[in-house]
T-cell receptor, first 107, second 119 residues
Framework: DIQMTQSPPSLSASVGDRVTITCRAS??????LSWFQHKLGQAPKLLIF???TLQSGVPSRFSGSGAGTDFTLTISSLQPEDFATYYC?????????FGQGTKLEIK | EERLEESGGGVVRPGGSLRLSCVAS????????MSWVRQAPGKGLEWVSE????????GYGDSVKGRFTISRDNAKNSVYLEMNSLRAEDTALYYC????????????WGRGTTVSVTS
């Protein structure tokens, strides 16, 4: 199975900050990497697929990069609605594993 | 509007069984694969299972393999998760999600149904 490791596990930041979350795969997943935003009581929301393609309707302050084993999610200027937990997921092979999540909190 | 609605969750004793359902609306169901993902209390997301558009390609997570069975009925726009030999660690909020081809990403999610396994 492919293991996905996210860092940091948690992050405190302020509105307007630039934030980067990293995700590392235990073996290459090519560009089969998605990022999700998850808020309590809501369904997870797809932000990025194919490592760098922004899902329709997602604000352009979100961006993804990377290929192979190392990936990043960047939020260029944090907004109040961005405080949530973020997950990466590889869809290269089953089981299609998630990272453990990064909880983004208000400083 | 593309929607998924899960049902069938509840409280069950260890060793028991439960069948979850997910009904789709607003899109052509048999054009897509479907997945189940769960979140245990205080834990992260865990991929559980997936099925392709016609049911001939199926996958399971290691923790549920041999106990859970995914299936679908395209005539009813529905996907199911039959859960047997349930354990306390299966307690979670279970989501179904639409899986697109190509990169196999999950773009539409339901709000989930809760399963509690307790004696």
């Amino acid at each position: 199975d492919i293991q996905m490791t996210q860092s940091p596990p948690s992050l405190s930041a302020s509105v307007g900050d630039r934030v980067t979350i990293t995700c590392r795969a235990s073996q290459s997943v090519n560009s089969y990497l998605s990022w999700f935003q998850h808020k309590l009581g809501q369904a997870p929301k797809l932000l990025i697929f194919g490592a760098s393609t922004l899902q329709s309707g997602v604000p352009s302050r979100f961006s993804g990069s990377g290929a192979g084993t190392d990936f990043t999610l960047t939020i260029s200027s944090l907004q109040p609605e961005d405080f949530a937990t973020y997950y990466c997921q590889q869809s290269y092979s089953a089981p299609r594993t998630f990272g453990q999540g990064t909880k983004l909190e208000i400083k | 509007e593309e929607r998924l609605e899960e049902s069938g969750g509840g409280v069950v004793r260890p060793g028991g069984s439960l069948r979850l359902s997910c009904v789709a609306s607003g899109f052509t169901f048999d054009d897509f694969g479907m997945s189940w993902v769960r979140q245990a209390p205080g834990k992260g997301l865990e991929w559980v299972s997936e099925i392709n558009w016609n049911g001939d390609n199926i996958g399971y997570g290691d923790s549920v393999k041999g106990r859970f069975t995914i299936s679908r009925d395209n005539a009813k726009n529905s996907v199911y998760l039959e859960m047997n030999s349930l354990r306390a660690e299966d307690t979670a909020l279970y989501y179904c999600a639409r899986r697109l081809g190509g990169y196999y990403y999950m773009d539409v999610w339901g709000r989930g149904t809760t399963v509690s396994v307790t004696s």
